[in-house]
Antibody
Framework: EVQLVESGGGLVRPGGSLRLSCAASGFTFSYFSMNWVRQAPGKGLEWVSFISTSGTDLYYADSVKGRFTISRDNAKNLLYLQMNSLRAEDTAVYYC??????WGQGTLVTVSS | QSALTQPRSVSGSPGQSVTISCTGTSSDVDGYNYVSWYQQHPGKAPKVMIYDVSKRPSGVPDRFSGSKSGNTASLTISGLQAEDEADYYCCSYAGSFTWVFGGGTKVTVL
């Protein structure tokens, strides 16, 4: 059974940093590209970032480009999202997604002073 | 990328059919057969109902169906049930490994 479990969310002050993790199981992690998607409270879904199977191809939404970094550790079946220079508008539930079908349950990031 | 356009709300009585539209451009909906639909109940994670325009994951009732014509994709819920009341989001591949979502549609069962 495919499972994606996010962790690392929490409360952080504006300008601060946070690293999210997504533990993957139930499939050969290194064979699949991965994504992060987020949803601000009461708002719609927003694609955030993509990483290829080897980690060499990286893509970001304009709203996070230059502040967020996606990475992966295929040996540990882990996906990461390093978030720097956080802003109030980054407050959201962050989901890792293997593809259109398999998503995690999300982790909440709150950016507030 | 600009968000896909969905109606803010649709409603129907139990047993009726409702259709939610999702309008994009030649760069997303009309350019690829990778449209998916998500159902989200309050406080819950999104759940995929349709992927690749018209495919249903196992466990999703066949009351849910998807289609696409040009730059507009559609989700139809036939035989509307009380538990179908939720927010629905469409999503399309938009090239260069990016996705774009619609703003969401609230489905109300009268």
């Amino acid at each position: 059974e495919v499972q994606l479990v996010e962790s690392g969310g929490g409360l952080v002050r504006p300008g601060g940093s946070l690293r999210l993790s997504c533990a993957a199981s139930g499939f050969t992690f290194s064979y699949f590209s991965m994504n992060w998607v987020r949803q601000a409270p009461g708002k719609g879904l927003e694609w955030v970032s993509f990483i290829s199977t080897s980690g060499t191809d990286l893509y970001y939404a304009d709203s996070v480009k230059g502040r967020f970094t996606i990475s992966r550790d295929n040996a540990k079946n882990l996906l990461y999202l390093q978030m720097n220079s956080l802003r109030a508008e980054d407050t959201a539930v962050y989901y890792c997604a293997r593809d259109a079908v398999f998503w995690g349950q999300g982790t909440l990031v709150t950016v507030s002073s | 990328q600009s968000a896909l356009t969905q109606p803010r709300s649709v409603s129907g009585s139990p047993g009726q059919s409702v259709t939610i539209s999702c309008t994009g451009t030649s760069s997303d909906v009309d350019g690829y057969n990778y449209v998916s639909w998500y159902q989200q109940h309050p406080g819950k994670a999104p759940k995929v109902m349709i992927y690749d325009v018209s495919k249903r994951p196992s466990g999703v009732p066949d009351r849910f169906s998807g289609s696409k014509s040009g730059n507009t994709a559609s989700l139809t819920i036939s035989g509307l049930q009380a538990e179908d009341e939720a927010d629905y989001y469409c999503c399309s591949y938009a090239g260069s490994f990016t996705w774009v979502f619609g703003g969401g549609t609230k489905v109300t069962v009268l």
